[in-house]
């Protein structure tokens, strides 16, 4: 091979510079390195056992793999930017260590199943560790809700007061969304664990090859099933690039949140100076860029998303280059989100809450107009009439300038003779709360069956995280023994 490229024979001139320029993606597909490597040593030790080429062959194949395997371990290994990617530079790396034997690494196998492979692969891994950043984001956020089973604040809907509910219930909405996005990761991870390996370039190979052998080393569950789509699907990125714009938007509406809670208006949390910036002009500013920025850069994940979906979708099957676009908007999806998820963590563990300012916001609003509803419901009105009575309740007090519970029974009197002195307490901010004891609700009895709902699912992902981790783990030992 007198050329750069895996392809020259079939060409009389060489590749002009800016084509190999324009095409070149090494730039972005040389993380999946190591994935490259270790589907080479599942290809070659299948091709030896299938005795598709000489064992002796294959041992050199091998030794050279392992030693590039060791090199890329110590930093040692130096990438050819001039060759136009991942695949080009490994096969040219070995072939340079054990010689022209090298070139028959290749056998049975294309870079348009390879691409598919590492890449799968790669994926797996960074899934499992934005699941586990997902988890320990939900350990610290059942914390809280711990601490906080009593902490009154208000609960909104269109940002204004709605019904009073507590901290802990506020948290473990979260709980839950964050509980899903790890889920839908977990769900994609399972559909995208079969390996494309030895479909070779669209058609299948002649060779006799054993893709169940392959799938097996390298930890997928089974081999892919159709060779065109093999080498044309995508969908596993698309579907994990979705999985990452719901879990930026989560975080999103947390950061909204809470840059919404540290402001003078709100004062309902302190953010730990460790995590706020300060403003190059104005001297008494602490500001939340850290969750602006979390909010911010939902825009470019969610951008990934439709790049991708754009790509895919005037595709003809099987392979085409276009395909090579789907690295970096994929892998910046998950950078991105895992950078997030590392710093929207320590700004709630660390972030005070001001309960009595929370507190005291709970009592505005006609926050317990509901209640007061609610009360006459029980006093035999229906449900419809009561609002209506309520409502007029209400606009009497914004009128007189008082809160429900400030009125006198005859003041009630004048709207409802169902009214007795019980409301009081049927409308106090307190009751409001531990009245809701449905399913779901945002009593302290409701609350902790939600915390203890929510820790077993996060234990079952943890359970996850680790058997994965660990099957993976023990692939890459096995292949490199
Ligand atoms: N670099 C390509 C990709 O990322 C793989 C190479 C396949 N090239 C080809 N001409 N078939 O998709």
Known sequence: MNNQTLWSGRFEKNVDKSTLKFTSSLDVDKKLLFYDVMGSLAHVRMLKKCKIIHEEDADKIIEGLKKIDADIKSGKFVL??????????????????????????????????????????????????????INVLIDTLIAIAKNNTCAIMPGFTHMQHAQPVTVAQHMLAYVFKFGRDALRFFDAFKRMNECPLGVAALAGTVYPIDRNMTAKSLGFEKPTSNSMDSVSDRDFVAELAFCAAMVANHMSNMAEELVLWSSQEFGFIEMND????????????????????????????????????????????????????????????????????????????????????????????????????????????????????????????????????????????????????????????????????????????????????????????????????NKIKKCWQDLVQ
């Open 80 to 133: 050819n930017e001039s060759l136009e990617d991942i695949h080009t530079n490994v096969e040219f790396a070995l072939t340079e260590l054990i010689g022209p034997v090298g070139g028959k690494l290749h056998t049975g196998r294309s870079r348009n199943d390879q691409v598919a492979t590492d890449f799968k692969m790669y994926l797996r891994d960074s899934v499992l560790e934005i699941i586990s950043l």
């Open 274 to 469: 460790k995590y706020t910036t300060g403003s190059s002009i104005m001297p008494q500013k602490k500001n939340p860029d850290i969750a602006e920025l979390i909010r911010g850069k939902t825009g470019s994940v969610t951008g990934n998303l439709v790049s991708l979906l754009m790509m895919t979708k005037g595709l003809p099957l099987s392979y085409n280059r276009d395909l090579q676009e789907d690295k970096a908007p994929m892998m910046a999806s998950l950078d991105t989100v895992s950078g997030c998820l590392k710093m929207i963590r320590p700004i709630i563990s660390t972030m005070k809450f001001n309960t009595e300012t929370m507190r005291t916001g709970s009592s505005s609003g006609f926050i317990n107009a509901t209640d007061l509803a609610d009360y006459l419901v029980t006093h035999g009105l229906p449900f419809r009439y009561a609002h209506e009575i309520v409502g007029k309740l209400v606009r009497y007090c914004i009128e007189n300038n008082k809160k429900l519970e400030d009125l006198s029974i005859k003041e009630f009197s004048k709207f409802s003779p169902q009214i007795g002195e019980d409301v009081y307490s049927a409308i106090s901010i307190e009751k409001c709360v531990e009245k809701r004891k449905s399913y779901g609700g945002t009593s302290s009895q409701s609350v902790d069956m939600q915390i203890s709902q929510a820790t077993t699912d996060c234990n079952e992902r943890k359970r996850f995280v680790t058997t994965e981790s």
